[in-house]
């Protein structure tokens, strides 16, 4: 099969509190936020979190549209897992799996696994090393 010109652009989370979120995701993860009308996203590089929350759904939206709690997401931590998991230490942040292996976009990996306040899964992979 050719490859295709695509890639992920954005993704959508569910939130219960903006201002809960806007503290996780941008100081936990270091995500710029995005204002978006009486909503926020997430960009991460050339990736976005969009997300539903309080006054904000999604039009369309999914048959069985992502509720607070029910994401479950990886992103690439670059550099070795051990400063991820004292990244994760130095914001309070339990990690719930890891260091585990797994394989991701980019092969295989070491991975540890946390959550967002909200009870969605989320995962720091590292490829180095």
Not at 80 to 87: F, G, K, L, S, Y
């Amino acid at each position: 099969m050719a490859d295709l010109p695509i890639r992920l652009d954005h993704s959508v989370i569910a939130v219960e509190d903006w201002d809960v979120a806007r503290d996780f995701y941008g100081r936990v993860l270091g995500a710029e936020i995005i204002e978006q009308g009486a909503g926020l996203g997430f960009r991460f590089g050339q990736s976005q979190l969009n997300c539903h929350g309080p006054g904000v759904r999604g039009n369309p939206n999914a048959r069985h549209p992502v509720r607070p709690g029910g994401a479950d997401l990886c992103f690439c931590w670059n550099g070795p897992v051990q400063e991820a998991i004292d990244h994760l230490a130095a914001h309070d942040v339990a990690i719930e799996l890891g260091p585990v292996t797994r394989n991701g976009a980019g092969g295989e990996g070491r991975s540890v696994y946390f959550r967002d306040p909200y009870g969605s899964l989320l995962e720091f992979i590292s490829y180095d090393g």
